[in-house]
């Protein structure tokens, strides 16, 4: 049974750029969360999806934004990259209503140069 | 917003012996969970052990154990029997059960404890 997969493992980008990154719930999820992890820093929440629709946000920018499919898959965009973007992205996943831990991904390596 | 801190950035434990990690937390809600993950290098976070903070009995997991104080507001992780593979960063998280409202889905991570496991 195929856990949180998150795609690319690592990515570099450009100042200004855009970027998405990919995620894909553990069989039997259909919740999705998006955590930044800076390094030397715990994941900070950025936000949850359920049936399509943004649930709950953190305190991040607009520039993040974020998308849910019918196969409860999910995307993370990020417009206008700043230096200060670079982190870990991690994805978690969890049935909806579940009061246990989240499963996590291995997470994206964004680079912005 | 509910803080946690991990005052610990550190710590160190020789294998087979005991280890304590330190974590606090600043809430005015009565119901929530906690949790302690663990990161290895591989990156993934990979739940430890979790605690409803109604239940006055601490969880245990095998060789982890935590010693919940909800009055001092204090979730420690006690790792027994150190092996080489527990070595990683642990974070522990706090998440309100606060669901109904749309703002208790969010887990408040920690600053992270760096664990050295010694042979």
């Known amino acids: 049974d195929a856990g949180v997969t998150q795609s690319p493992t690592h990515l570099i980008k450009t100042r200004g750029q855009q970027v998405t990154l990919r995620c894909s719930p553990k069989?039997?999820?259909?919740?999705v969360s998006w955590y930044q992890q800076a390094l030397g820093q715990g994941p900070q929440f950025i936000f949850q999806?359920?049936?399509?629709?943004?649930?709950q946000r953190g305190n991040f920018p607009d520039r993040f934004s974020g998308h849910q499919f019918p196969n409860y898959s999910s995307e993370l965009n990020v417009n206008a990259l700043l230096l200060g973007d670079s982190a870990l992205y991690l994805c978690?996943?969890?049935?909806?209503?579940?009061?246990?831990?989240?499963?996590f991904g291995s997470g994206t390596r964004l680079t912005v140069v | 917003a509910q803080t946690v801190t991990q005052s610990q950035p550190e710590m160190s434990v020789q294998e087979a012996e005991t280890v304590t990690l330190s974590c606090t937390y600043d809430?005015?809600?009565?119901?929530?969970?906690l949790f302690w993950y663990k990161q290895p290098p591989s990156r993934q976070m990979i739940l430890v052990i979790r605690?409803?903070?109604?239940?006055?009995q601490n969880a245990t997991e095998n060789r982890f154990s935590v010693n919940f104080q909800k009055a001092a507001k204090s979730f420690s992780l006690k790792i027994s029997d150190s092996q080489l593979g527990d070595a990683a960063m642990y974070f522990c998280?706090?998440?309100?059960?606060?669901?109904?409202?749309?703002?208790?889905?969010?887990?408040?991570f920690g600053k992270g404890t760096s664990l050295l496991v010694t042979p």
């Open positions: 998280a706090y998440r309100s059960d606060r669901g109904y409202s749309n703002s208790g889905y969010a887990l408040n």
């Open positions: 809430t005015s809600e009565s119901d929530y969970y």
């Open positions: 069989s039997g999820h259909d919740t």
């Open positions: 999806y359920y049936e399509e629709e943004e649930r």
């Open positions: 605690q409803e903070a109604y239940k006055q």
């Open positions: 978690a996943s969890s049935p909806v209503g579940s009061r246990d831990g989240y499963t």
